[in-house]
């Protein structure tokens, strides 16, 4: 599968806890995004990144939210002190150059419980 | 703050019935338009996208749009329906100089019966 991977699928965790996700981008797309979608919405940006350098957060990124791209490879999304609102699908998205420069590929995306 | 608007939360069609979904934007500047599905159980995928040119632009599986800039619109069309394009649908913009980021509607959910 030469697609956008995420992992884990499912995260079910008790409030307070950390949680890490990590999301793998189809190979040489130098651009990686990070949504949240919750129930009855569209995805909501949190964050993108251009190779290693994360180029603009939401405001929707709180401080308990951080997210690396150390590589410039795959991703980590990690939520300190998870709260129960942070339930929600965190959905990771990548774009490459050339004829597909503007189109977004999306993961199957994380979805987190938070009990 | 720029944003989408879809104006059906729900729909229900019949097979072979026509299909529009609305969807408008509020952003004066250069955007680009897409629409994207959700299948059950599968990610989303892109349907269409409008950069430049031809306002009538055409998808995969039957699907067209056409952006009507005086009116911010960019509505889905597809003239026959059938029982497998039962998914969510979501219109997004992309402001031409902001980073690349996608701003969605809320979702249209489409459910065609039999």
């Known amino acids: 599968d030469t697609g956008v991977s995420q992992d884990p699928r499912h995260k079910i965790t008790k409030r307070g806890q950390n949680v890490t996700f990590r999301c793998d981008p189809i190979?040489?797309?130098?651009?990686l995004y990070w949504y949240r979608q919750t129930l009855g919405q569209g995805p909501e940006f949190l964050t993108y990144f251009q190779n290693e350098a994360q180029l603009e957060k939401s405001r929707l990124l709180s401080d308990r939210f951080s997210a690396e791209r150390p590589k410039g490879s795959f991703s980590t999304l990690e939520i300190q002190r998870t709260e129960q609102g942070d339930s929600a699908m965190y959905l990771c998205?990548?774009?490459?150059?050339?004829?597909?420069?503007?189109?977004?590929?999306f993961g199957p995306g994380t979805r987190l419980t938070v009990l | 703050a720029q944003s989408v608007s879809q104006h059906n939360h729900h729909v229900i069609l019949s097979e072979a019935a026509s299909l529009e979904l609305g969807c408008n934007y509020s952003?004066?500047?250069?955007?680009?338009l897409f629409w994207y599905v959700q299948y059950p159980g599968q990610h989303l995928q892109l349907l269409l996208k409008?950069?430049?040119?031809?306002?009538l632009v055409k998808g995969i599986k039957g699907f067209e749009a056409e952006f009507i800039k005086s009116k911010f619109s960019f509505n889905l069309r597809k003239p026959s329906v059938q029982w497998s394009d039962t998914a969510e649908y979501f219109c997004a913009v992309k402001n031409y100089n902001q980073g690349g980021k996608l701003i969605f509607g809320q979702g249209t959910e489409l459910s065609v019966k039999p």
């Open positions: 952003y004066g500047g250069t955007v680009n």
């Open positions: 409008y950069f430049s040119g031809d306002p």
């Open positions: 998205a990548t774009r490459g150059g050339g004829a597909l420069y503007n189109e977004q590929f």
């Open positions: 190979s040489e797309h130098n651009r």
